[in-house]
Nanobody
Framework: VQLQASGGGLVQPGGSLRLSCVAS????????MGWFRQAPGKEREFIAG????????LHADSVKGRCTISRDNAKKLVYLEMISLKPEDTAVYYC?????????????WGQGTQVTVSS
């Protein structure tokens, strides 16, 4: 499974951004897709996950209400819509795929896309 994330950039506080992740390869084996982020000096953090087939979603409390994960199976795309962005949202955002489920077992990773929230 190969993953390619895009859509990061520089955005002002309070702004919005949509990240995209396209999957290719053995996607038939995927059960869940997710987004993670890693800020400088911090551990990688789970943001949101979505079932590839059932569409069930899970969002971390830290972003609930501000981030929404969605998918387009036909286009093999997963999105992360982010609104009301804060400077503390600055991080490298990674998409990932899991054969196990939505909340765990992420073994495939994209290259990451940088999101910087600053005025």
């Amino acid at each position: 499974v190969q993953l390619q994330a895009s859509g990061g950039g520089l955005v002002q506080p309070g702004g919005s951004l949509r990240l995209s992740c396209v999957a290719s390869g053995s996607i038939f084996s995927i059960n869940g897709m997710g987004w993670f982020r890693q800020a400088p000096g911090k551990e990688r953090e789970f943001i949101a996950g979505i079932g590839w087939n059932g569409g069930n979603t899970l969002h971390a409390d830290s972003v609930k209400g501000r981030c929404t994960i969605s998918r387009d199976n036909a286009k093999k795309l997963v999105y992360l819509e982010m609104i009301s962005l804060k400077p503390e949202d600055t991080a490298v955002y990674y998409c990932a795929a899991s054969r196990s489920g939505v909340a765990y077992g992420y073994g495939y990773w994209g290259q990451g896309t940088q999101v910087t929230v600053s005025s």
